[in-house]
């Protein structure tokens, strides 16, 4: 256990030393420990609990026996103390402007090595971005119930389900909880939609955050980069209130996200670098846990939703990451979570058919192209030639696969699976019938 959570669990003889050595500031021996205890304890019971102080380490022990010295490890020290007797900590912009891309990591080694390792063989599974129908709407509930309950959201995971899926809204629920679960809906959906696009610029990221915040904060602010100093709760950091500064790091950060060969390496800079950054007004947390899965999308990698993820590991690792620029702990809870998740959407993939990226990023269209056919009564032997028409101004790999696909689909399309391409199931059946007596069957 991290020592920073590790500083939870304490019983009240634990409690009593770390506070004796936060108030003295150095080494102390552990009959000079005992001595400013007000607890009466045995010698055996205060080497027990200064044993598994050292263990979890919350102490540092240096030197043997009678002679040993006892001190707090350095975020022991520092998170031992509540936030408001903690030192101000200012933001620092050579976080963000000294990370030099494929030389720096965030990540540790441990963390990326399981991630790797939850992922492995999912890639050879997937064309470089997209899932099926199925698998995207799966992840797009878990990613927006997750990452609206890290925000302190009480919708349950069902009542999520039901809104996102049929529009109804849960009883005894604020209607904001409704408006944030619902703007991630559309937010991931214009993250699925952009898959294979350039997309880590400050355009794009200005959209998704408006769409994410759209009716929680002033039309104004939304998708802007903020220009008025701000307070995180429960942490001693204080991001700045410099607009350009702003500016100019968050297209820093972008930048640099995208020039990281290392997908895991890559989502891990957007998650951690768009919280400690807090560029908008409100949504920061969101922002990053959004645009952290970008890198892993379009690897083909399972995407990381953030489904149990344990979240007071991973909002204690925040405060550590802006306080001490240690990113320990957040990367243990992410790499938890993902060994977690992961399997979920390798299994999902294992029992679909392989999509291309092409599929993902022309959906709409293959929707629009699906509805035209049917609703024309374009005949099954035009079917190819209207479709190579419809995407003449793709390259011919991409054209040729969705001019098959598309023929495909018109030979499979039922009125119970119309719903797929959103086509109207009468129009479907009429179709068919049409279809039948062209035949003569």
Same mark, same amino acid.
């Given at each position: ?10 019983? =009240? ?91 720096? =990591?965030?990540?540790? =080694? ?66 904001? *909880? ?180 092409? *599929? ?19 005949? *099954? ?26 023929? *495909? ?33």
């Amino acid at each position: 256990m991290h020592p920073v959570m590790a500083l939870r669990n304490l019983d =009240t003889l634990q409690k009593e030393i770390v506070s004796i050595l936060s108030r003295v500031g150095i080494g102390m021996s552990q009959t000079d420990i005992v001595a400013k205890l007000t607890s009466r304890a045995s010698q055996p019971t205060v080497s027990r609990a200064m044993a598994k102080l050292v263990a979890d380490g919350i102490v540092i022990k240096t030197g043997e026996t009678r002679g040993a010295s006892f001190d707090l490890s350095p975020a022991a020290s520092w998170f031992s103390k509540a936030p408001h007797y903690r030192p101000e900590v200012p933001y620092d912009p050579e976080r963000i402007g000294g990370y030099v891309p494929n030389m720096t =990591t965030w990540l540790p =080694t441990e963390q990326l090595a399981r991630m790797r390792a939850a992922a492995e063989g999912v890639n050879q599974a997937l064309d470089a971005s997209t899932y099926s129908k199925a698998i995207a709407e799966r992840f797009l509930i878990d990613l927006a119930w997750a990452s609206s309950n890290l925000e302190g959201n009480t919708y349950t995971y069902l009542d999520t389900e039901v809104l996102l899926q049929y529009g109804q809204k849960a009883s005894g629920h604020e209607l904001a *909880e409704a408006t944030m679960i619902l703007n991630h809906k559309h937010a991931i959906s214009e993250l699925l939609d952009s898959v294979g696009r350039p997309v880590l610029n400050p355009q794009f990221a200005a959209r998704i955050h408006a769409m994410l915040l759209r009716d929680l904060i002033s039309p104004e602010d939304l998708g802007r980069v903020r220009g008025n100093p701000v307070k995180i709760q429960g942490s001693s950091y204080q991001p700045s209130g410099d607009r350009t500064q702003f500016t100019q790091d968050l297209g820093q950060l972008l930048w640099k996200a995208e020039q990281v060969e290392d997908p895991f390496e890559a989502s891990f800079l957007l998650l951690t670098g768009f919280s400690y950054l807090q560029a908008y007004i409100d949504g920061n947390k969101r922002m990053g846990r959004l645009m952290a899965n970008v890198p892993l999308l379009w690897q083909g990698l399972p995407p990381i939703s953030f489904m149990g993820i344990d979240r007071s590991a991973y909002l204690s690792g925040l405060i550590l990451f802006y306080e001490l620029g240690d990113a320990s702990l957040m990367a243990g809870a992410v790499a938890d979570a993902y060994e977690e998740t992961s399997k979920n959407y390798t299994a999902a993939v294992a029992t679909r058919r392989v999509p291309k990226s092409v *599929e993902l990023r022309e959906r709409r269209r293959i929707d629009e192209a699906i509805r035209t056919i049917v609703e024309d009564g374009i005949p *099954e032997d035009d079917v190819r030639s209207f479709a190579s028409d419809y995407f003449q101004d793709l390259n011919d790999e991409d054209r040729d696969h969705l001019v098959g696909l598309v023929a *495909e689909i018109i030979t499979a399309i039922t009125p119970e699976n119309a719903g797929a391409w959103s086509v109207d199931p009468d129009r479907v059946a009429a179709y068919i019938s049409g279809r039948s007596k062209t035949h003569g069957t």
